[in-house]
């Protein structure tokens, strides 16, 4: 069976990664923006549609990081949780920070259908299932602090009706959030780079950035195939950021999520296993994600189990038996694709936008890009627009690091161990 699992996304099968053209690099530019993900294309078409010079350089394939790789959920949820964060940061920072959120879904949903992005977008909701009955009190607990401030018509799914939402008994219930929906993530982030294109940005494939240099009349930005002037830069590299900004690389946390794709799956057994095919998650600490191919064939699982291993075959097995818990009537199912690449976390779980030396960072999305990364670019480019900070609940002071931390997670074993040892013992 694993001879024929393909080791790349599932997705790339309909919106394959391309090459660029290579012409010769500018030698300035208004604006030039690093990594050519959901971040560096937002920022790039706001700019360019407000008359800026745009440069995108992108060191792999448009994309080929984790916008084209991702499970195409569009949460916008954050660790913290709602209840979470008015303990971290007080009700009023809580409640800013959840709105943002509600904003930035609907600006999703606004941008597809102007732009007119066929990304299989469908506001389905999500399903998370609880592992423990305490669990589902805490979700319970979280729906009704939600539904009081932020007015999100959370519902609450007990035991004995959970098979309308999942065809699983692994569960002791659930919550049901209505303003979660997901797209197929590598077409939409075709839509974004067409677009961006079309506004006139010029996006160079293959192009490393290896430094920025500051001079207080902009800055040089230099790659192995030349350098460029730029009056404004953005650093949009996120889970995938490296040496060419050590600042940012000593902030980011590159935690691995992984993928697979299920071979086609009867049309009775989806209707069994995602009556309603929604998006699905659980309350596990090494918690898994998933979600029904868009054409409804097949399920697309993820989770962060085999985070240790950069084999995406051993990926596989992890997310097989894992898979196989939650329905065990797929035992014995064969799986098309096994994939992985980088979320970027920050060490307070929270999104930023930092500008610094001149130069504006916005990274850290926690798993959770496809709705902040394009939010967050887009903020980005209305500074540079308007010459003042764009309104974000994601705007840092606080942007920190910690000590012996230089961009290696070395600590990731020991986390990966301790969340297996809670979940273990249901904590
Ligand atoms: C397996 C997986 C599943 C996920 N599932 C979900 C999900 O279901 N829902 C959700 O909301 N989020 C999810 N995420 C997270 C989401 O994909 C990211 O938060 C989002 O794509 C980040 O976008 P970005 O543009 O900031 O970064 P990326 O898309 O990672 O792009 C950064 C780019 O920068 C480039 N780069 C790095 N260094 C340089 C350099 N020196 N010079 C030039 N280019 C450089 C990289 O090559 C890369 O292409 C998932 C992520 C992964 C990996």
Redesign the pocket.
Known sequence: MAETVKPN?YWWEAAPRTETDQPSLPDKADVVI?????????AGLTLARAGRDVVV?????????????????????LKLGFGGMVKAYGLERAKQIHAEGVEARLDLARFIEAEKIDCDWKLVGRFTGAMRPKHYDTLGREADLMNKHLDLGVEMVPKAEQHQEIGSDLYFGGQVRHDIG?LH?AKF?QGILDRTREAGVAVFGR????GIQGDGDGHAVT?ERGTIRARNVIV??????????PWLRKRVVPI????IATDPIPKETMDRLMPKRR?LGETRNLYH?F?PSPDGTGIVF?GRAGALTDDPMKKLGHLSRNLIEIFPELDGIGFTHS??????FTFDFLPKLVVREGVHY??G??????????W??AKAAQDIIGNAPADTAFRADDFSTRPLYYGRPWFLPFMVGWYEFKDRVGW
């Open positions: 996304p690093v990594g050519a993900g959901f971040t560096g294309l937002s350089l992108e060191k792999d394939r448009p994309g080929e990081g984790a916008s084209s790789r991702n499970g195409g959920i569009a949460s916008g949820n997901g993530p982030h192009t490393p950035v290896t790659t949009a590299t996120n889970g995938y950021t490296g040496p060419a900004t691995p999520s992984q993928i998006m994600y979600r993820g994939w992985w690449g980088y979320t970027g916005a990274a999305f926690c798993g959770s890009g496809v709705i902040w990364a394009r967050l670019g």
